[in-house]
């Protein structure tokens, strides 16, 4: 199982960014995956995840109304669609997998519900 995070990088406030996270080792399907970031001496926390069919979603509420979370089951990709980037956006972003198959589920909104991490990816906005 591995999952390779990217499409970080330096963006102004206000520009966009579209994360990808590429699975390999499982399917998306009955899997929920997440994103997660951490900044600068902060505790890493979920920025948005997707539930095991993709109908379920979840952003936390900085985020709500910017980012997007989608997949592509062909692709065994989950993206972020980052918009109106503030510098509170700063981090490294990290997609995660709840590696447990689940039918019907809530996308786990903390770091105990999953399995497998990214290698993360830098997202730096600059003021």
């Known amino acids: 199982v591995q999952l390779q995070a990217s499409g970080g990088g330096l963006v102004q406030t206000g520009g966009s960014l579209r994360l990808s996270c590429a699975a390999s080792g499982f399917n998306l399907d009955g899997h929920n995956m997440a994103w997660f970031r951490e900044a600068p001496g902060e505790e890493r926390e979920v920025v948005s995840c997707i539930s095991e069919s993709g109908d379920s979603t979840y952003y936390t509420d900085s985020v709500k109304g910017r980012f997007t979370i989608s997949r592509d089951v062909a692709k065994n990709t989950i993206y972020l669609q980052m918009n109106t980037l503030k510098p509170e956006d700063t981090a490294v972003y990290y997609c995660?997998?709840?590696?447990?198959?689940?039918?019907?589920?809530?996308?786990?909104?903390?770091?105990?519900?999953?399995?497998?991490w990214g290698q993360g990816t830098l997202v730096t906005v600059s003021s």
């Open positions: 995660a997998v709840d590696l447990t198959i689940s039918v019907n589920s809530i996308c786990p909104r903390n770091i105990l519900g999953y399995d497998r």
